[in-house]
């Protein structure tokens, strides 16, 4: 970004009909809006009118929930975001993908392919898939555990960035006369062999725009921070205390520096579910009238299962029972992000469990207010160390997305915080990322010593 | 179809920059077009003028040849086809992908999401993959050999089929006020066990507007056939002589019946590469200049490589090496539908070596002619009981969509062989298909006994 002041990125993140678990019941849209490919790229169009960073995708190969209380499933990520990308012109698409239920080469031709048609905008969220459901539709009777699906998800990365540079950039000469179509010399076989996987390669697409799609990582276990530390250009993370994120982004700027890497290549991205309203009266009414279609058990039953605790464990109006909650053990086969975000923000402001239930959406931050507040606490963790940007969870769409570009986007942009127009084509100008250089290329420069 | 004179179906299989190995030189387009979305688009838009059934597109994990020579590789055909699906309102798109490198849950989620966002037109070509270029991508040092292929094929397919079955037509009640999505009742785990896979299910996308996408099989292999007799909608074949299509036509229709089938639910559509001149001597010319650009030596290389023969056994002027051919055996790793078919046309009609070169392109039989001739020979295979349909190989793009919708389609029209508008909005319709009901569906009519 060279002399410009420092600004934030904003990822906007369509999750089913929104980000409250009601969203479906309250009438914006019809309920199988979910599977409308235009519902999407209308919500892409709007974050893309707002400049935003991107679009994120969650996913997992699995019903997400019971199928009779909501959606919850999804059309596959990297088809949405593909019609997404054909939609709009700058905004990038990322799409979560699991290393323990792929292989490598496909998933990496695929975000490769996503690359290549959409100039620049992909970005892949690397993620392990908890939970045995996914499991049981592979083979597996549960999911492998913690150690062993991320033992394989750095091996799966290293494997897609090396066939991601299989093609070096000058590779294609495309010479009709003579016939050559690519200079052999620079389409390389990759020869991995490891304790997951042999993978020959080259890749059958030669290297897309951006070089490598943008590696997006969202584990905070810490095998997660690892493979974030070492290989990520922007780590999702549930933060929910301003102190718990500036903990966060300290320490994963720590361990980048400690690859060698200069700390701002990775970014840090705290999620954040938001209600907003022209005033925080008007938000906090709109946030009742969803907590009152889902009803208060339902919202407990999330927090419980967050916390991998049996619901009768809850008592409404006190506080969680701390001594039946452990530690990283209870959340070998959960997600260790939501198990510390909902804990550390409990434990620091001593909530009740109605409060906890009220204070957190997605698994994350919920903040309701007016676009005023809702600029203010972006503001504050960006200023403050604990954010480079956030991955928006708005309550409903598509007016979550709405209100926010047309009434939150402007002050962010009087203040200087977010920019008034993309300033290049990829996903890595937006991020302020550099183009990485394959590996297998000749070092361009030969210095004499 | 009804009452309507029986008419053809006819996919345009978009084979890189062309059907003919040289189209890249040519200089028709950009030899980079085979990675810009909007080429594909445009042949899409073309075709669907010419009210074509559906746009087909090859696949395979690696590397199709020498990426010195030509553009080997593919960007990932269902994000190709949704980008197609996007671009048009009706015509049908045809995924290939394999068996043997993908997992059952992951591939009937993509086909079904594209059959979502398609509104109904999307297609699987099932393919078990030869070769040991793809194998290597994967963790084998060779391909599977044939029989176990098809073992997981036909486990593959099954798994597929239930999980497009597990949500019921009607399971999705949406009741808002009583937040009832859908109903539990109606979406069902399959709880496959088999050889090759376990399986437990739901899908997490509701049934698509097909019911299932069409399937597509083209393997001419003997598991091959049964495959396709059980379970395709359509087969893609390689046949050069009208004997040969005839008899395969009729054993296809005979295999169908043994299985209960009406044989009309099974669409045979033999493979046919264009060179389409206003006049004969145009065709030839734009044929010969092609060639001339490829060479002989590389034409006899594609002979040679189908046959798997080593290249220094061909003798340009004499008839292929008889003693050295031998049967199904030498194919169990290669096309057995693309050695047959060069092995019966150069067997019947006496070809030398050179002349056999000059009548196969892309493994399929190659026609050269005027609009007339090319609607002569579609007509002369479908009145005569060797087909139902074509997928075509037009020697490049864009130009030999644009002729054949321009200048055969019309004919075809005037002779009441093709239709004049889509009669229905999905692909199913297009081939006049059924829409099957989900094997999880109570009956919907108990007739008392």
């Known amino acids: 970004m060279g002399a410009n002041p420092r600004q934030m990125s904003i990822g906007m993140n369509i999750l089913g009909l929104g980000g409250h678990s009601s969203a479906w019941r309250y009438g914006e849209v019809d309920p199988l809006s979910y599977l409308d490919i235009g519902y999407y790229q209308n919500i892409a169009r709007i974050s893309e009118r707002g400049t ?62 996503l690359d290549h048609l959409s100039g620049g905008r992909a970005a892949w969220n690397i993620v392990t898939t908890a939970g045995d459901a996914a499991a049981r539709n592979f083979g597996l009777t549960g999911a492998p555990v913690h150690d062993d699906r991320y033992g394989r998800a750095e091996e799966f990365v290293d494997i897609a960035v090396k066939l991601w540079d299989s093609w070096e950039d000058d590779a294609i000469i495309a010479d009709r006369a003579r016939g050559v179509f690519a200079d052999r010399a620079k389409v390389h076989t990759i020869d991995h062999e490891g304790a997951h996987f042999a993978v020959r390669g080259p890749l059958n697409i030669p290297r897309s725009p951006q070089g490598r799609p943008v590696l997006v990582q969202a584990g905070s276990s810490e095998h997660g921070k690892a493979l974030a530390a070492r290989r990520a250009d922007a780590v999702f993370t549930a933060q929910t205390t301003l102190e718990d994120g500036q903990a966060f982004y300290a320490e994963m700027k720590a361990r980048a520096a400690a690859f060698g890497r200069d700390p701002d290549s990775l970014k840090i991205m705290p999620g954040l579910s938001t209600v907003i309203g022209s005033t925080e009266a008007e938000a906090l009414a709109r946030q009742a009238e969803l907590d009152e279609i889902q009803g208060i058990e339902a919202q407990l039953g999330q927090v419980a299962q967050r916390l991998q605790l049996d619901r009768k464990h809850l008592k409404l109006d006190e506080e969680l029972p701390w001594h039946l909650i452990g530690d990283a053990l209870r959340v070998e086969n959960g997600s260790r992000g939501f198990f510390d975000a909902q804990i550390n923000l409990a434990r620091r402001e001593r909530l009740t469990v109605r409060q906890l239930a009220g204070r957190i959406r997605s698994g994350h931050r919920l903040v309701a207010g007016s676009p005023e507040q809702i600029a203010d606490t972006l503001e504050e963790w960006f200023v403050n160390g604990a954010a480079d940007g956030f991955n928006l969870m708005p309550d409903m769409f598509p007016s979550g997305a709405q209100v926010f570009v047309d009434h939150v986007v402007p002050i962010l942009r009087r203040r200087g915080l977010f920019r008034t127009e993309y300033t290049g084509p990829t996903l890595r100008d937006h991020l302020g990322l550099q183009r990485p250089a394959s590996q297998y290329a000749a070092v361009p420069h030969a210095v004499a010593a």
């Open 52 to 113: 935003l960073d991107a679009i994120f995708l969650a996913d997992g190969p699995a019903l997400a929930g019971d199928p009779g209380g909501g959606p919850s499933g999804r059309l596959e990520p990297t088809l949405v975001l593909t019609a997404i990308a054909l939609a709009t012109e700058r905004i990038g698409v990322i799409a979560t993908a699991s290393t323990s239920y792929n292989d490598p080469y496909n998933l990496a031709r695929r975000l490769g392919s």
